[in-house]
Each structure stands twice: as C-alpha cells, then as structure tokens.
C-alpha cells in the first residue's frame, strides 16, 4: 500500500513535516511546498499510486473521493466561486517529479502554473 522510498507516503504517515490541510480514510490533502499561486494544495490517494498510469479500476472510488474534496477544500479555501486549475502531471513529458499519483489545487492571482 505504500512505498517505503516515496516522499509522499512519509508525508501521509506523519514521518516528515508537512502543511496537512486535511485527510481522511481514503486522501490526504497538504501545502504544496513551492507553491506558484496563494492556494496551492496537493491532494494525494493514501494509497500509494505511482501516477495515472498505474491508476487501476478498483482505485476508482479514490478518485471519485478525491474530487469531492477538492469541491469542499476550494469551497474552503473560499476559490470555489473565483475558479481555480486542477492538474494532473504523469510521467516525464508531464513534468511528474514526485512518483505518488497527486492532484494540483490551484487557485487565486498571481498564478504562476504551468512552469516551464
Ligand atoms: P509534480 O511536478 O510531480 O506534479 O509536482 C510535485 C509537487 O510536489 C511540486 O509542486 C513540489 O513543489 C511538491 N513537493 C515536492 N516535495 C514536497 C515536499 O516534501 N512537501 C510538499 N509539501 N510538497 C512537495
Ligand atoms: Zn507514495
């Protein structure tokens, strides 16, 4: 279920600080460390997921969890109405640097993503 070498994972099991936002059985949700916008929040499975290419039909309940608290961390946030990007980067073309499946909550002005 997790991978003993992923950055993620330890941010998940509490094992290196991080800004967590909120978690529950299923995802957790912290600060992005660099963020490019004044709302950058990470939303993970706890599951650990390499990226959307080893994402498996029995995971789809993880993803359909994901997204209604991204509905409830923007409402939250208080970006729901404004609007905000959700990104998913895979694999190398897709700039992925950390192999733990995440998604990009990004909202407010400036915002700085994509990246080059
Ligand atoms: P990717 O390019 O893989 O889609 O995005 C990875 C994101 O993870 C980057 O935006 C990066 O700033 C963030 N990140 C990398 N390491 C850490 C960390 O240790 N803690 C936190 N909170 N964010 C991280
Ligand atoms: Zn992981």
Redesign the pocket.
Known sequence: MRDPDC?FCK?IAGE?P??IIHQDEMVTA?????P?APV?V?IVPNKHIANNNTFQVKDEPIAGHMFTIVRKLAEDLEIADNGYRL?L?TGEHG????QHL?L?LIGGHPMQYPMG
């Open positions: 950055i941010i290196i991080s800004d912290f600060n992005d460390i660099h490019r950058h990470l990104i980067n700039h992925q640097e950390v995440h990009h």
